[in-house]
Nanobody, 122 residues
């Protein structure tokens, strides 16, 4: 179990950019794969991006590929989601997740942050 806190959400116009950050507590951050999910009212929480423990491998949902970039800085216990060319359909609460075992696109990860709101206006 690891404590996660997201930040960086806000309101942005379509075509703009935001960078989300997720700060993790503890001494074993590098032991966790990290991921990003998002959720809108009435919809299931959906996979956005993930990154391996070392940062050597990244994975993206098809609808964000080429626009979003996931990275991590293990020295700072922080994972990032750089979001470019934002669209109104990207509007959602974005959640950071951590798992000590494996990366999956289903929302079954071991630890979750509280979420941060991203709103993209048209």
């Amino acid at each position: 179990q690891v404590q996660l806190v997201e930040s960086g959400g806000g309101l942005v116009q379509a075509g703009g950019s935001l960078r989300l950050s997720c700060a993790a507590s503890g001494r074993t951050f590098s032991s966790y794969a990290m991921g990003w999910f998002r959720q809108t009212p009435g919809k299931e929480r959906e996979f956005v991006a993930a990154i391996s423990r070392s940062g050597g491998s990244t994975y993206y949902a098809e609808d964000v590929k080429g626009r979003f970039t996931c990275s991590r800085d293990n020295a700072k216990n922080t994972v990032y989601l750089q979001m470019n060319s934002l669209k109104p359909e990207d509007t959602a609460v974005y959640y950071c997740a951590a798992d000590a075992v494996k990366i999956t696109t289903t929302p079954t990860w071991g630890s979750w942050g509280q979420g941060t709101q991203v709103t993209v206006s048209s």
